[in-house]
């Protein structure tokens, strides 16, 4: 969408259809050039002015409308479709999609099985909690995690209300195999930032890059 003008995503913006489909065979483009296999198709806001509740109805539908379209044009790509609930509490207040309950049941009614759950458990755990039970109740669901400690968004060892270290052992132990996001503002040097992450190898028995020390 325009960003310019306050739009964030369009997949469940009312009116806003061909300029979607126009963005996402763009993506597609995008996706195809550097071998990446998943898109993010953002919901977008709630217009401004308009009442949340009132306009719910017409929004999901537009929504469940767009990821259909998408989902079968993906298909051909051989990709994934990602949909990421956001939290208006903190960083948009605005924006459509927001708790992961509501994004597994619009997947649910769209019915694709090329469309997941891009679930950032800063997301999760300022509009939930309970990342322990969610992660085991919509795993199947999920196609990619992201990860920021909570409130500051920062490293997953800065201070902060989240266990990383039990996350990352209870996604192993569930079978996540894909990516984790590091979808945080480094505190300083993006680099020095990773600490934590050579920490949580090094924990693991494993050296940098994660490879294990047995294995060499």
Not at 23 to 36: D, E, I, P, S, T
Not at 106 to 112: A, N, T, Y
Request: overall charge negative; some cysteine; proline content about 6%.
């Amino acid at each position: 969408g325009d960003q310019e003008a306050g739009e964030m995503g369009l997949a469940a913006v009312p009116g806003r259809q061909a300029a979607f489909r126009q963005g996402l065979a763009a993506a597609v483009q995008y996706a195809r050039a550097v071998g990446c296999p998943r898109i993010h198709l953002m919901a977008g806001r709630v217009p401004l002015g308009a009442d949340r509740a009132a306009v719910a109805g017409e929004m999901e539908t537009t929504f469940t409308e767009n990821l259909r379209y998408a989902a079968d044009l993906l298909a051909q790509e051989d990709m994934i479709g990602l949909v990421e609930p956001i939290n208006n509490r903190i960083t948009d207040p605005r924006y459509f999609l927001n708790t992961p309950h509501q994004a597994v049941a619009i997947l649910e009614k769209v019915g694709r099985p090329n469309l997941k759950l891009q679930l950032d458990l800063f997301h999760c755990q300022i509009m939930d909690g309970n990342l322990s039970r969610n992660l085991e109740t919509y795993f199947p669901f999920i196609g990619h995690i992201q990860i920021a400690q909570v409130p500051g968004r920062h490293e997953p060892d800065s201070p902060g209300e989240l266990n990383f270290p039990y996350i990352f052992e209870l996604l192993e132990s569930l079978g996540y195999t894909g990516y984790v996001g590091c979808e945080y503002a480094p505190k300083g040097d993006t680099l020095e930032g990773l600490g934590w992450l050579r920490s949580y190898w090094e924990s693991r028995g494993l050296q940098h890059g994660g490879t294990s020390k047995a294995a060499e």
